[in-house]
């Protein structure tokens, strides 16, 4: 059996559907669903939205890693819902399951994001991967 591939996308949830941010979220989307490639996002609006849309648009599998503490319904195009008690329960989820990372530009949350990943990959507690920025 096949492992699944998985590419986590970072991104601003307050970015509109006619954005730059959701454009490329939406393209990455699609581009990493025809490669076969499930992509795994914060599952919200935004550029959350974007790519799960993009990669559905495509055929692809999306996993949306929520927060219980959220009252925002998550975007309608998740494939599969992953429930977190708090934020770092779900920073986990994010980084643990993928093999690759794109951050697009956001906010204080990507930026959180983006720090975690790198400092994982610096100090070895995650094998080495891609991490791309866009934006």
């Given at each position: 059996?096949?492992?699944?591939?998985?590419?986590?996308?970072?991104?601003?949830?307050?970015?509109?559907?006619?954005?730059?941010?959701?454009?490329?979220?939406?393209?990455?989307?699609?581009?990493?669903?025809?490669?076969?490639?499930?992509?795994?996002?914060?599952?919200?609006?935004?550029?959350?939205?974007?790519?799960?849309?993009?990669?559905?648009?495509?055929?692809?599998?999306?996993?949306?890693?929520?927060?219980?503490?959220?009252?925002?319904?998550?975007?309608?195009?998740?494939?599969?819902?992953?429930?977190?008690?708090?934020?770092?329960?779900?920073?986990?989820?994010?980084?643990?399951?993928?093999?690759?990372f794109i951050a697009i530009r956001g906010g204080?949350?990507?930026?959180?994001?983006?720090?975690?990943?790198?400092?994982?990959?610096?100090?070895?507690?995650?094998?080495?991967?891609?991490?791309?920025?866009?934006?």
């Open positions: 059996m096949t492992k699944e591939r998985i590419v986590t996308i970072f991104g601003g949830s307050r970015c509109g559907q006619e954005s730059e941010e959701y454009s490329q979220a939406r393209r990455a989307g699609q581009l990493l669903a025809e490669a076969g490639i499930t992509i795994c996002t914060g599952g919200y609006l935004g550029v959350m939205e974007g790519a799960s849309r993009g990669a559905r648009e495509r055929g692809g599998r999306v996993l949306g890693v929520l927060m219980n503490q959220f009252k925002a319904e998550p975007n309608r195009y998740l494939t599969e819902k992953v429930a977190s008690a708090h934020f770092y329960e779900r920073l986990q989820n994010l980084i643990t399951r993928s093999e690759g204080a949350g990507t930026v959180t994001e983006l720090s975690l990943v790198w400092n994982k990959l610096q100090t070895g507690v995650i094998e080495r991967c891609p991490l791309v920025l866009l934006g």
